[in-house]
């Protein structure tokens, strides 16, 4: 699995605007929603079930990067987005720093291996420097893109 494989580039949020954790969910919740990739999703129910996962143990990771994720029944393919922050956010990171990278997932609560396989490939991905600093210092949705086709390209070669 590839990152281009679950990540909706059309939802990508460039610059995030807010700073709040919730409000950050439920920004790039609605993007996809706005997207089609989730149709006949209920946007509200679906940020409560990630902002609820997000409550039993942050999903800020450190080094700037958040993975909120949930296991949803209205979810039939995995899907991610991500959204960039310039200010931070206060996501209770295990670093205590802020993060200005977030990676949503969804995943279907009917096939746990592909949301395992989608967390290994997004975190696979976020354990290089060099694509969490193209993702901080992307400032548009094509920088976003372009640096996720380069980290998977990596992968290739």
Do not use: W
Request: glycine share 6%; hydrophobic share 40%.
């Amino acid at each position: 699995m590839k990152l281009v494989d679950i990540i909706c580039f059309d939802a990508i949020v460039a610059q995030l605007n807010s700073n709040k954790r919730d409000e950050v969910i439920a920004e790039l919740v609605q993007s996809l929603v706005g997207h089609k990739k989730m149709e006949g999703v209920d946007a509200k129910n679906m940020v409560r079930a990630v902002v609820k996962r997000e409550n039993e143990a942050s999903t800020g990771i450190g080094k700037g990067v958040a993975v909120p994720h949930v296991k949803h029944k209205s979810i039939t393919e995995p899907v991610a987005v991500i959204g960039c922050s310039q200010e931070g956010i206060d996501f209770a990171s295990l670093d205590k720093q802020p993060v200005y990278s977030v990676f949503l997932l969804l995943s279907p609560a009917s096939n746990p291996d592909k949301h395992l396989q989608a967390m290994e490939t997004i975190f696979k991905n976020l354990q290089k420097d060099d694509f969490r600093r193209f993702l901080r210092q992307a400032q548009t949705a094509e920088a976003i893109i372009e640096a996720v086709k380069d980290a998977d390209e990596d992968d290739n070669g």
